[in-house]
Structures are given as structure tokens and as C-alpha cells.
């Protein structure tokens, strides 16, 4: 079935160690998305791909990058983890006038 | 940019009864407004849309009405059901290809 599928679903990482956390898609959608989503807030929109054109939200952190080598993948780094940082990562993809599509999200845990 | 506020916070209503979630926006070049439900731990599952050139769409219990003088939009679930127990966010973009601005939730509890 198409999909967006991100991995890990959970993932631990220390203070301060770089992750990177990956989602990929089967729908050929050309918008990617990554949304940050705290416990019991709304997803904030940390950045999306418009095809290739990145485009930052003004308050993402710089702590927080992005790549898109294809259509198909995208990827969240963050380069030093803070404990303010864990929280549910969200994909979503888009075409046109179709909604979105979430993925099932990973689970970053900070210690 | 736009700003979504979405009420109430909470909501507790008893099985059968209807549930109604209010939302507003900012920005009049809004033109899609999408409602997800999103239980604990799980990704926001779209439940209904509706576009700026329709006043009304109705999906078995679910409803959503929009008033685009007044720039409002509401969410109607009718009877009620226990499984209707869940997180519900609102949005807002200028079509489903940009990004969603979303209200800050409603967590709606239906009790037997």
C-alpha cells in the first residue's frame, strides 16, 4: 500500500549526540513535511519541501536541519539534541489539491 | 502568518449527545480547513475537509460548517460514540499543498 513511512518509530539519543530521523514515501507526493509535536500540543511545522525547495519556518531552530536527496525521502537532523527537543516527529506528505498523509511519527527520547 | 484558535480545550459529553468544536482564523487567502482526530501515541488521521467554496459538508455523524465572512469554522459529531474519544485539531492553509496552521486542540471525551 502507498505510504509514508518513518523510521525508527522510537528512537533515544543522548544531550548533545547528533540523530537523524527518516521518512519515505510511495504516494509520489511533491511536498514533504516535518512537524514537531510536544506532548498534549498541537504539530508545529518545522520546515517542508516544496519539490526541491526548502523552505524554513522563522522560528525552527537552528539546531534543526533538513535533507531531501529524492522525491521519495526526507530527513530530519538535529545536531545537538537538547532535553527540550524530545517530542513525536511527524512526516506528512502532499500533492496538489490531495490532503495531507501523516506518517506514524518517531518518538524522540533525550537523556 | 496565519493564527488558528481553536475552542473549547476540552470537552466531556455523554454517549449520544452531540459534540460541537469551534475554530477562527486569520488569513482571508485561507482556503482549506482540514479536522483530525488523533488518539494517544498515534498520527492525526484526517477526518473531514472542506474547501472555502463550500458552506457545509456532512459525512455520516461528522460535520463541518464554514463561515468565511466571519472566518469560522466548526466541527459537528452527532451521536456520539465512546471511540469518539480523541484529540481533534483544526487547520487552516491556502490549499492542501502548503502547510497546515493548526489550532491547538480539543480533547473531546464521550462517557458511556
Known amino acids: 500500500d502507498a505510504m509514508v513511512i518513518q523510521n525508527p518509530r522510537y528512537q533515544v539519543t543522548q544531550f548533545g549526540k547528533p540523530v537523524t530521523l527518516s521518512c519515505s514515501q510511495t504516494l509520489n507526493h511533491n511536498v514533504m513535511y516535518w512537524y514537531q509535536q510536544k506532548s498534549s500540543q498541537a504539530p508545529k511545522l518545522l520546515f517542508h519541501?516544496?519539490?526541491?525547495?526548502?523552505?524554513n519556518e522563522a522560528d525552527t531552530p537552528d539546531n534543526f536541519q533538513s535533507r531531501r536527496p529524492n522525491t521519495s525521502f526526507c530527513f530530519l537532523d538535529i545536531r545537538s539534541p537538547g532535553l527540550g527537543d524530545a517530542a513525536m516527529y511527524l512526516c506528512?506528505?502532499?500533492?496538489?489539491?490531495?490532503?495531507?498523509?501523516f506518517g506514524s511519527g518517531t518518538r524522540l527520547t533525550v537523556v | 502568518g496565519e493564527n488558528v484558535e481553536q475552542h473549547p480545550s476540552t470537552l466531556s459529553v455523554q454517549e449520544g449527545d452531540s459534540a460541537v468544536i469551534k475554530c477562527t482564523y486569520s488569513d482571508s487567502a485561507s482556503n482549506y480547513f482540514p479536522w483530525y482526530k488523533q488518539e494517544l501515541g498515534k498520527r492525526p488521521q484526517l477526518i473531514i475537509d472542506i474547501r472555502s467554496n463550500v458552506g457545509e459538508k456532512k459525512d455520516q455523524r461528522i460535520a463541518v460548517t464554514l463561515n468565511k465572512t466571519a472566518k469560522h469554522f466548526s466541527l459537528h459529531i452527532t451521536e456520539t460514540q465512546p471511540e469518539d474519544s480523541a484529540v481533534y485539531f483544526c487547520?487552516?492553509?491556502?490549499?492542501?499543498?502548503?502547510?497546515?496552521?493548526f489550532g491547538k486542540g480539543t480533547s473531546l471525551l464521550v462517557t458511556p
Open positions: 487547520a487552516a492553509s491556502k490549499n492542501s499543498g502548503y502547510a497546515l496552521n
Open positions: 506528512a506528505t502532499s500533492l496538489g489539491n490531495n490532503g495531507y498523509t
Open positions: 519541501y516544496y519539490d526541491k525547495d526548502f523552505n
